[in-house]
Nanobody, 125 residues
Framework: QVLLVESGGRLVQAGASLTLYCGTS????????VGWFRRTPGKDREFIAT????????EYADSAEGRFTISRDNAKNTVFLQMRSLKPEDTAVYYC??????????????????WGPGTQVTVSS
Protein backbone atom coordinates (compact mmCIF):
# COMPACT_ATOMS: atom_id res chain seq x y z
CA GLN A 1 0.00 0.00 0.00
CA VAL A 2 1.26 3.46 -0.93
CA LEU A 3 -0.35 6.37 0.88
CA LEU A 4 -0.23 9.60 -1.09
CA VAL A 5 -1.08 13.11 -0.01
CA GLU A 6 -1.37 16.11 -2.29
CA SER A 7 -0.93 19.70 -1.18
CA GLY A 8 -0.50 23.15 -2.62
CA GLY A 9 -3.89 23.68 -4.17
CA ARG A 10 -5.55 27.04 -3.64
CA LEU A 11 -7.41 29.90 -5.32
CA VAL A 12 -5.31 31.89 -7.78
CA GLN A 13 -5.95 34.38 -10.54
CA ALA A 14 -5.62 33.58 -14.21
CA GLY A 15 -2.03 33.84 -15.35
CA ALA A 16 -0.60 32.88 -11.98
CA SER A 17 1.78 30.06 -11.20
CA LEU A 18 1.28 27.34 -8.61
CA THR A 19 3.18 24.26 -7.48
CA LEU A 20 1.46 21.13 -6.28
CA TYR A 21 3.16 18.55 -4.11
CA CYS A 22 2.62 14.82 -3.82
CA GLY A 23 4.19 13.12 -0.86
CA THR A 24 4.29 9.75 0.77
CA SER A 25 5.89 8.15 3.78
CA UNK A 26 7.05 4.75 4.80
CA UNK A 27 7.72 3.56 1.27
CA UNK A 28 10.53 3.73 -1.26
CA UNK A 29 8.98 6.30 -3.54
CA UNK A 30 11.67 5.78 -6.14
CA UNK A 31 10.16 2.38 -6.95
CA UNK A 32 7.00 4.00 -8.32
CA UNK A 33 5.97 5.83 -11.44
CA VAL A 34 3.84 8.81 -10.40
CA GLY A 35 1.21 10.64 -12.38
CA TRP A 36 -0.90 13.74 -11.95
CA PHE A 37 -4.56 13.76 -12.97
CA ARG A 38 -7.41 16.17 -12.49
CA ARG A 39 -11.16 15.99 -12.33
CA THR A 40 -13.89 18.53 -12.78
CA PRO A 41 -17.53 17.89 -11.86
CA GLY A 42 -19.27 15.69 -14.36
CA LYS A 43 -16.11 14.64 -16.14
CA ASP A 44 -13.77 11.69 -15.97
CA ARG A 45 -10.30 12.01 -14.55
CA GLU A 46 -8.01 13.71 -17.05
CA PHE A 47 -4.37 12.80 -17.40
CA ILE A 48 -1.98 15.70 -16.86
CA ALA A 49 1.57 14.37 -16.53
CA THR A 50 3.60 11.36 -15.50
CA UNK A 51 7.19 10.79 -14.46
CA UNK A 52 9.37 7.72 -14.40
CA UNK A 53 10.93 6.31 -11.25
CA UNK A 54 14.24 8.10 -11.80
CA UNK A 55 12.69 11.24 -13.24
CA UNK A 56 14.40 10.79 -16.61
CA UNK A 57 11.18 10.22 -18.54
CA UNK A 58 8.13 12.46 -18.49
CA GLU A 59 4.97 12.70 -20.53
CA TYR A 60 2.37 15.44 -20.67
CA ALA A 61 -1.16 15.90 -21.86
CA ASP A 62 -1.59 18.43 -24.65
CA SER A 63 -3.36 20.72 -22.20
CA ALA A 64 -0.29 20.72 -19.94
CA GLU A 65 2.54 20.69 -22.45
CA GLY A 66 4.63 23.84 -22.21
CA ARG A 67 2.83 25.17 -19.13
CA PHE A 68 3.21 22.39 -16.55
CA THR A 69 6.36 20.64 -15.37
CA ILE A 70 6.47 17.42 -13.42
CA SER A 71 9.54 16.56 -11.39
CA ARG A 72 10.50 14.52 -8.38
CA ASP A 73 12.89 14.42 -5.46
CA ASN A 74 13.13 10.81 -4.38
CA ALA A 75 15.28 11.70 -1.38
CA LYS A 76 12.32 13.71 -0.08
CA ASN A 77 9.65 11.28 -1.31
CA THR A 78 8.00 14.12 -3.20
CA VAL A 79 6.72 14.67 -6.72
CA PHE A 80 6.03 18.20 -7.90
CA LEU A 81 3.71 19.68 -10.48
CA GLN A 82 4.73 23.19 -11.38
CA MET A 83 1.95 25.01 -13.17
CA ARG A 84 2.22 28.37 -14.84
CA SER A 85 0.01 30.61 -16.96
CA LEU A 86 -2.99 29.08 -15.24
CA LYS A 87 -6.37 29.41 -16.93
CA PRO A 88 -9.88 29.18 -15.51
CA GLU A 89 -10.28 25.87 -17.34
CA ASP A 90 -7.46 24.47 -15.17
CA THR A 91 -9.85 24.63 -12.23
CA ALA A 92 -10.20 21.09 -10.90
CA VAL A 93 -9.33 18.71 -8.12
CA TYR A 94 -5.81 17.51 -8.80
CA TYR A 95 -4.77 14.01 -7.83
CA CYS A 96 -1.44 12.29 -7.74
CA UNK A 97 -1.29 8.58 -8.28
CA UNK A 98 1.35 5.87 -8.18
CA UNK A 99 1.78 2.62 -10.05
CA UNK A 100 2.91 -0.54 -8.33
CA UNK A 101 6.62 -1.12 -8.04
CA UNK A 102 8.87 -1.06 -11.07
CA UNK A 103 6.34 -0.39 -13.83
CA UNK A 104 6.66 2.08 -16.72
CA UNK A 105 5.08 5.48 -17.22
CA UNK A 106 1.47 5.59 -18.35
CA UNK A 107 -1.14 8.19 -19.13
CA UNK A 108 -4.05 5.88 -18.30
CA UNK A 109 -5.72 6.38 -14.94
CA UNK A 110 -6.64 2.71 -14.83
CA UNK A 111 -2.93 1.81 -14.76
CA UNK A 112 -2.45 3.53 -11.41
CA UNK A 113 -2.99 1.60 -8.23
CA UNK A 114 -2.70 4.17 -5.48
CA TRP A 115 -4.37 7.58 -5.29
CA GLY A 116 -4.25 10.56 -3.01
CA PRO A 117 -7.39 12.36 -1.79
CA GLY A 118 -6.80 15.31 -4.11
CA THR A 119 -6.20 19.03 -3.75
CA GLN A 120 -8.46 21.76 -5.14
CA VAL A 121 -7.07 24.28 -7.60
CA THR A 122 -9.34 27.16 -8.50
CA VAL A 123 -8.35 29.70 -11.12
CA SER A 124 -10.42 32.86 -11.23
CA SER A 125 -10.77 34.93 -14.37
Amino acid sequence: QVLLVESGGRLVQAGASLTLYCGTSGRTFSNHVVGWFRRTPGKDREFIATISRTGELTEYADSAEGRFTISRDNAKNTVFLQMRSLKPEDTAVYYCAARRDYLSISNYASDYDFWGPGTQVTVSS
